[in-house]
């Protein structure tokens, strides 16, 4: 019997999970499928510069696991670029780090991107998280349009709210590093 896959700790989702040619025809054969860990395996080594052993520290894996999941991302991307196919970045065996005051360390973007919904144990899908945001807020926060979509005034306003509240946690944690919360009277 062979040994259960471990969980690959993620930092963020992409902010877009679909990359490709515009004008494909959108079909099971036009895709090419890449795990979220195989992302997270490329950000962190070729965008956020992190070694492979950095990288499996990360993810909380064993350094020739990163090597396989790298080298397979690797693969994915260069199939779709070269025989013009459409990126498509869903599912894989990972989980959501902690995030908000819980971070990994170097690298970890879990505090501004990415959702965690209370009770769940999988990631939706940012389909179901707008769905979900939009049900929560009453009214419609983007618009879909011909395969787009446009946020809305009521996107706009809740946006706007959300960066506010990402600044004021960013000044929160920055006050408390630098040891200033001991300073102030609550």
């Not at 350094?63 to 396989?68: D, I, K, L, S």
Request: some cysteine; hydrophobic content about 35%.
């Amino acid at each position: 019997m062979p040994r259960p896959m471990k969980w690959r700790k993620v930092c963020c989702l992409p902010v877009s999970n679909k990359f490709g040619p515009l004008d494909l025809n959108v079909d099971e054969e036009n895709f090419v499928r890449m795990t979220v860990d195989e992302y997270e395996a490329i950000r962190l080594i070729d965008l956020e510069g992190f070694t492979q052993e950095e990288c499996a520290k990360q993810m909380n894996v064993a350094r020739t696991t990163v090597q396989g999941i790298y080298a397979e991302a690797r693969k994915k991307i260069a199939r779709s670029l070269v025989n013009g196919k459409v990126l498509l970045i869903e599912g894989g065996e990972y989980r959501l780090c902690e995030g908000f005051g819980n971070r990994c360390g170097r690298g970890c973007r879990r505090h501004r991107h990415g959702w965690r919904f209370a009770g769940s144990d999988s990631q939706p899908t940012v389909s179901q998280a707008i769905k979900e945001l939009e049900e929560h807020s009453g009214g419609l926060l983007f618009e879909r349009l011909s395969k787009k979509l446009y946020i809305t005034a009521k996107g706009q306003k809740l946006l706007s709210y959300a960066r506010n509240v990402v600044k004021q946690f960013d000044d929160m944690e920055e006050a408390m590093g630098r040891g200033q919360w001991n300073k102030r009277a609550v």
